[in-house]
Protein backbone atom coordinates (compact mmCIF):
# COMPACT_ATOMS: atom_id res chain seq x y z
CA UNK A 1 0.00 0.00 0.00
CA UNK A 2 0.98 3.43 -0.96
CA UNK A 3 1.90 6.09 1.75
CA UNK A 4 1.45 9.46 0.51
CA UNK A 5 2.24 12.39 2.42
CA UNK A 6 1.13 15.98 2.43
CA UNK A 7 3.88 19.03 0.86
CA UNK A 8 4.59 20.06 4.14
CA UNK A 9 6.51 17.11 5.36
CA UNK A 10 8.91 17.62 2.65
CA UNK A 11 10.68 20.93 4.85
CA UNK A 12 11.69 17.60 7.85
CA UNK A 13 14.35 15.28 7.66
CA UNK A 14 14.60 12.84 5.57
CA UNK A 15 12.05 13.83 3.10
CA UNK A 16 14.20 17.32 2.97
CA UNK A 17 16.81 15.49 1.63
CA UNK A 18 15.60 14.39 -1.20
CA UNK A 19 13.89 17.67 -2.23
CA UNK A 20 16.69 19.71 -1.84
CA UNK A 21 19.30 16.88 -2.93
CA UNK A 22 22.42 16.43 -2.12
CA UNK A 23 22.22 19.97 0.29
CA UNK A 24 20.08 22.76 0.06
CA UNK A 25 19.18 25.51 2.40
CA UNK A 26 15.81 26.10 4.61
CA UNK A 27 14.79 28.84 2.22
CA UNK A 28 15.32 26.84 -1.14
CA UNK A 29 13.60 23.96 0.53
CA UNK A 30 10.35 26.44 1.37
CA UNK A 31 10.44 27.95 -2.54
CA UNK A 32 10.35 24.09 -4.08
CA UNK A 33 7.86 23.47 -1.67
CA UNK A 34 5.87 26.17 -3.16
CA UNK A 35 7.03 25.54 -6.51
CA UNK A 36 5.38 22.76 -6.15
CA UNK A 37 2.10 23.89 -4.84
CA UNK A 38 1.85 25.90 -7.94
CA UNK A 39 2.46 22.86 -9.73
CA UNK A 40 -0.64 21.34 -8.61
CA UNK A 41 0.84 18.71 -6.66
CA UNK A 42 -1.23 17.53 -3.44
CA UNK A 43 1.32 14.95 -2.01
CA UNK A 44 4.14 12.40 -2.34
CA UNK A 45 4.94 9.21 -1.82
CA UNK A 46 8.62 7.43 -1.19
CA UNK A 47 9.21 4.39 -2.83
CA UNK A 48 10.84 2.72 -5.76
CA UNK A 49 14.06 1.04 -6.51
CA UNK A 50 16.36 3.52 -5.90
CA UNK A 51 17.61 4.20 -2.49
CA UNK A 52 18.67 7.88 -0.95
CA UNK A 53 19.70 7.56 3.14
CA UNK A 54 16.59 6.03 4.35
CA UNK A 55 14.28 6.34 1.55
CA UNK A 56 13.29 4.80 -1.24
CA UNK A 57 12.81 6.60 -5.04
CA UNK A 58 11.98 6.45 -8.40
CA UNK A 59 15.32 6.97 -9.51
CA UNK A 60 18.42 9.46 -9.70
CA UNK A 61 21.02 10.79 -12.31
CA UNK A 62 23.26 13.40 -12.39
CA UNK A 63 20.64 15.98 -13.07
CA UNK A 64 17.78 15.14 -10.63
CA UNK A 65 16.11 12.86 -8.82
CA UNK A 66 12.53 11.19 -9.45
CA UNK A 67 9.62 10.66 -7.06
CA UNK A 68 6.31 9.44 -6.86
CA UNK A 69 3.20 12.09 -6.81
CA UNK A 70 -0.46 12.79 -7.07
CA UNK A 71 -1.66 15.88 -9.16
CA UNK A 72 -5.53 15.88 -9.44
CA UNK A 73 -5.33 12.64 -7.81
CA UNK A 74 -3.88 10.90 -10.70
CA UNK A 75 -0.02 9.17 -10.13
CA UNK A 76 2.81 11.40 -11.65
CA UNK A 77 6.55 10.73 -11.65
CA UNK A 78 8.25 14.37 -10.50
CA UNK A 79 11.92 14.90 -11.31
CA UNK A 80 13.70 17.42 -9.05
CA UNK A 81 16.60 19.31 -10.19
CA UNK A 82 20.12 18.16 -8.06
CA UNK A 83 21.03 21.53 -6.39
CA UNK A 84 24.46 20.35 -7.33
CA UNK A 85 23.38 20.12 -11.08
CA UNK A 86 25.22 21.51 -14.20
CA UNK A 87 22.11 23.63 -15.42
CA UNK A 88 20.55 26.15 -13.35
CA UNK A 89 16.71 25.15 -14.51
CA UNK A 90 14.44 22.10 -16.29
CA UNK A 91 13.60 23.74 -19.51
CA UNK A 92 15.89 22.73 -22.13
CA UNK A 93 15.25 19.02 -20.60
CA UNK A 94 11.56 19.38 -21.04
CA UNK A 95 11.84 20.86 -24.50
CA UNK A 96 13.51 17.23 -25.38
CA UNK A 97 10.28 15.63 -23.19
CA UNK A 98 7.85 17.57 -25.16
CA UNK A 99 9.61 16.82 -29.09
CA UNK A 100 10.13 13.18 -28.21
CA UNK A 101 6.19 13.40 -26.91
CA UNK A 102 5.14 14.84 -30.83
CA UNK A 103 7.14 11.88 -32.07
CA UNK A 104 4.85 9.60 -29.55
CA UNK A 105 7.91 8.56 -27.87
CA UNK A 106 8.67 9.05 -23.90
CA UNK A 107 6.38 9.48 -20.72
CA UNK A 108 4.26 12.53 -21.37
CA UNK A 109 4.94 15.64 -20.32
CA UNK A 110 2.38 17.57 -17.91
CA UNK A 111 4.22 20.24 -16.53
CA UNK A 112 7.47 22.14 -15.53
CA UNK A 113 9.17 24.96 -13.81
CA UNK A 114 12.62 25.72 -12.78
CA UNK A 115 13.11 23.43 -10.50
CA UNK A 116 10.79 20.40 -11.74
CA UNK A 117 9.29 18.29 -14.27
CA UNK A 118 6.13 16.48 -14.20
CA UNK A 119 5.16 13.94 -16.18
CA UNK A 120 3.26 10.63 -16.71
CA UNK A 121 3.94 7.93 -14.13
CA UNK A 122 5.10 4.86 -15.90
CA UNK A 123 3.97 1.39 -13.78
CA UNK A 124 6.69 -0.85 -14.57
CA UNK A 125 10.89 -1.77 -14.37
CA UNK A 126 13.71 -0.41 -15.76
CA UNK A 127 14.65 -2.90 -18.81
CA UNK A 128 18.09 -3.77 -17.41
CA UNK A 129 15.97 -5.55 -14.45
CA UNK A 130 13.26 -6.68 -16.65
CA UNK A 131 15.61 -8.63 -19.10
CA UNK A 132 17.17 -10.85 -16.20
CA UNK A 133 13.39 -12.09 -15.32
CA UNK A 134 12.92 -13.69 -18.76
CA UNK A 135 13.38 -17.30 -18.27
CA UNK A 136 13.46 -19.60 -21.18
CA UNK A 137 12.68 -19.35 -24.75
CA UNK A 138 8.65 -19.53 -23.91
CA UNK A 139 9.68 -15.78 -23.60
CA UNK A 140 11.08 -15.04 -26.70
CA UNK A 141 7.78 -14.25 -28.18
CA UNK A 142 7.77 -10.75 -25.44
CA UNK A 143 11.14 -10.24 -25.89
CA UNK A 144 11.19 -9.28 -29.57
CA UNK A 145 7.63 -7.50 -29.27
CA UNK A 146 9.80 -5.05 -26.85
CA UNK A 147 12.92 -4.96 -28.87
CA UNK A 148 10.94 -4.26 -31.60
CA UNK A 149 8.80 -1.22 -29.91
CA UNK A 150 11.96 0.18 -28.66
CA UNK A 151 13.29 0.50 -32.12
CA UNK A 152 10.62 1.81 -33.64
CA UNK A 153 10.29 4.22 -30.84
CA UNK A 154 14.45 5.20 -31.76
CA UNK A 155 14.22 5.42 -35.28
CA UNK A 156 10.79 8.12 -34.42
CA UNK A 157 13.59 9.87 -32.47
CA UNK A 158 15.79 9.67 -34.91
CA UNK A 159 13.15 10.99 -37.95
CA UNK A 160 12.73 14.02 -35.49
CA UNK A 161 15.96 14.29 -35.00
CA UNK A 162 16.26 14.05 -31.65
CA UNK A 163 18.79 12.22 -30.23
CA UNK A 164 18.64 10.78 -26.65
CA UNK A 165 22.52 10.71 -25.81
CA UNK A 166 22.15 7.75 -23.40
CA UNK A 167 21.05 4.63 -25.12
CA UNK A 168 24.68 2.73 -25.42
CA UNK A 169 24.16 2.06 -21.02
CA UNK A 170 20.16 1.36 -22.58
CA UNK A 171 19.51 -0.36 -19.25
CA UNK A 172 18.11 2.57 -17.07
CA UNK A 173 16.58 4.50 -19.97
CA UNK A 174 13.52 2.32 -21.03
CA UNK A 175 10.55 1.34 -18.88
CA UNK A 176 8.73 -1.72 -19.55
CA UNK A 177 5.51 -0.77 -18.20
CA UNK A 178 1.95 -2.40 -17.49
CA UNK A 179 0.48 -0.03 -19.77
CA UNK A 180 3.60 1.42 -21.73
CA UNK A 181 7.22 0.22 -23.31
CA UNK A 182 9.17 3.55 -23.80
CA UNK A 183 12.49 5.41 -23.19
CA UNK A 184 12.60 7.64 -20.53
CA UNK A 185 15.26 10.47 -19.31
CA UNK A 186 15.93 13.48 -21.59
CA UNK A 187 18.41 15.17 -19.86
CA UNK A 188 21.63 14.35 -21.86
CA UNK A 189 19.25 14.93 -25.38
CA UNK A 190 20.42 17.08 -28.21
CA UNK A 191 19.03 18.18 -31.71
CA UNK A 192 22.34 19.52 -32.30
CA UNK A 193 24.23 16.39 -33.13
CA UNK A 194 23.76 13.62 -35.28
CA UNK A 195 21.48 10.91 -34.13
CA UNK A 196 22.19 7.81 -33.01
CA UNK A 197 19.28 6.04 -31.41
CA UNK A 198 18.71 3.72 -33.27
CA UNK A 199 22.13 2.28 -34.03
CA UNK A 200 23.01 2.47 -30.05
CA UNK A 201 19.95 0.55 -29.16
CA UNK A 202 20.68 -1.98 -31.53
CA UNK A 203 24.53 -2.56 -30.26
CA UNK A 204 23.18 -2.30 -26.24
CA UNK A 205 20.43 -4.91 -26.83
CA UNK A 206 22.24 -7.03 -29.57
CA UNK A 207 25.89 -6.74 -28.95
CA UNK A 208 27.95 -5.18 -26.21
CA UNK A 209 26.45 -5.22 -22.89
CA UNK A 210 24.94 -6.96 -19.95
CA UNK A 211 21.67 -7.24 -21.44
CA UNK A 212 23.25 -8.51 -24.64
CA UNK A 213 24.88 -11.29 -22.88
CA UNK A 214 21.44 -11.84 -21.43
CA UNK A 215 19.01 -12.00 -24.56
CA UNK A 216 21.58 -13.79 -26.33
CA UNK A 217 21.09 -17.23 -23.99
CA UNK A 218 17.36 -17.32 -25.06
CA UNK A 219 17.36 -15.90 -28.46
CA UNK A 220 19.15 -16.62 -31.07
CA UNK A 221 20.77 -13.89 -32.97
CA UNK A 222 22.54 -13.29 -36.06
CA UNK A 223 26.44 -12.97 -36.09
CA UNK A 224 27.68 -9.57 -34.66
CA UNK A 225 29.72 -8.95 -37.28
CA UNK A 226 26.19 -9.04 -39.79
CA UNK A 227 24.35 -6.90 -37.08
CA UNK A 228 27.45 -4.15 -37.63
CA UNK A 229 27.16 -4.52 -41.15
CA UNK A 230 23.61 -3.56 -41.22
CA UNK A 231 24.02 -0.89 -38.93
CA UNK A 232 26.30 1.38 -41.04
CA UNK A 233 24.22 0.70 -43.93
CA UNK A 234 21.53 2.39 -41.77
CA UNK A 235 23.72 4.64 -40.35
CA UNK A 236 25.44 6.32 -43.88
CA UNK A 237 21.32 6.32 -44.83
CA UNK A 238 18.52 6.72 -42.19
CA UNK A 239 15.50 5.77 -44.21
CA UNK A 240 12.83 3.69 -43.80
CA UNK A 241 14.19 0.97 -45.96
CA UNK A 242 17.56 0.37 -43.89
CA UNK A 243 15.69 0.58 -40.84
CA UNK A 244 13.11 -2.49 -41.93
CA UNK A 245 16.11 -4.15 -43.17
CA UNK A 246 17.62 -4.24 -39.39
CA UNK A 247 14.45 -5.73 -38.23
CA UNK A 248 14.67 -8.05 -40.75
CA UNK A 249 17.82 -9.09 -40.15
CA UNK A 250 16.81 -9.24 -36.18
CA UNK A 251 14.25 -11.21 -37.32
CA UNK A 252 11.84 -9.17 -35.30
Keep these: ?22 KATKKQIKTRIIELKKLGIQNVSFQGQTKIGSLNILGKGYVGVVILARKKNKLVAVKIRRTDAPR ?14 KAGVGPLLLAMSRNFIIMEYLDGKKIGEWVNELKSKRDI ?5 IMQKILEDCYSLDVIGLDHGELSTISKHVVIGK ?19 VTSATQAICIGSGISK ?4 IYRMPSKNKIIKILRSYKQEQNRQNFEEILKVLKL
Design 1 to 22: MRCFLPLDKLSQEPYSTIIGYP
Design 88 to 101: TNMVKEAKFLKIAN
Design 141 to 145: KLLKS
Design 179 to 197: SKTTIIDYESASTQRRVSN
Design 214 to 217: VVRK
